[in-house]
């Protein structure tokens, strides 16, 4: 299958209806660029730009909006049970769950990971690359820090692209909550203001 049509799948898994417009808005001039062939590093920088968009636009416009301007509902990590709004973390991983269970035209994933998880069960999903990325976004003293880290890895037999893109601590939610929460472990870090917090882990199929 052409690249293109491969890419314009992946962001439909996505739901990234308004990207995909921007894909195939394809007039004439344009056809050159868009009939391109991408890498790996190039589909998942896509994939990156819409996921990290999407979780912006989710905590801004939704969870910040809602709970500290106009105060309507809380977010809370016992959404259900609460009636309250998912976590931003929780929401990226609905998603993340969501776009595993559908058909894709390769198989990729992508997570929200950090070196100090407060849900283990993000952190099963931690392969050595992903381990080595963490550690090259997060630590100030690596050319990485701050920065995208890219790796291969393989799984199974099949070689894989490893992208890691680091998440910050942008609002003081992100490090209240994260610095007092009952699941930190004692290694557990003081977060402040435009730390790296972790990463967005995206992995691609190679050939
Ligand atoms: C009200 C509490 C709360 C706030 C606010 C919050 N988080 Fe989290 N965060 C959590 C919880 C709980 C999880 C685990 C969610 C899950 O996957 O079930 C999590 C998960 C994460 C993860 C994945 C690794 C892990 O810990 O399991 C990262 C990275 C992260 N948050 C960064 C941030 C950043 C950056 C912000 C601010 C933009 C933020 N968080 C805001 C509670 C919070």
């Not at 391109?36 to 920088?45: I, L, N, T």
């Not at 801004?60 to 959404?79: F, G, P, Y």
């Amino acid at each position: 299958m052409k690249l293109k049509k491969q890419i314009a799948s992946a962001l439909i898994a996505l739901g990234a209806s308004s990207m995909l417009l921007g894909l195939c808005s394809c007039g004439g001039s344009s056809e050159a660029t868009t009939d391109a062939d991408y890498s790996a590093e190039q589909v998942a920088e896509a994939l990156y730009t819409v996921l990290f968009a999407d979780r912006k636009m989710y905590a801004s416009k939704i969870v910040n909006r809602l709970v500290k301007e106009d105060k309507v509902i809380k977010a809370h990590e016992e959404w259900k049970e609460n009636k309250a709004l998912l976590l931003p973390a929780q929401m990226f991983r609905e998603g993340a769950e969501t776009v595993d269970g559908m058909d894709k035209p390769f198989e990729f994933s992508y997570s929200l990971q950090s070196l100090w998880p407060l849900n283990m069960e993000n952190a099963k999903k931690r392969t050595p690359a992903v381990m080595e990325g963490l550690a090259a976004v997060s630590d100030e003293s690596s050319e990485f820090y701050g920065k995208k880290w890219t790796g291969e890895e393989v799984i199974g037999g099949q070689k894989y692209f490893v992208g890691v893109y680091p998440d910050r601590a942008v609002a003081p939610a992100c490090w209240t909550c994260h610095n007092n929460h009952d699941n930190r472990q004692p290694d557990y870090p003081e977060f402040k203001k435009g730390d790296v917090m972790g990463g967005i882990v995206i992995r691609l199929p190679k050939s």
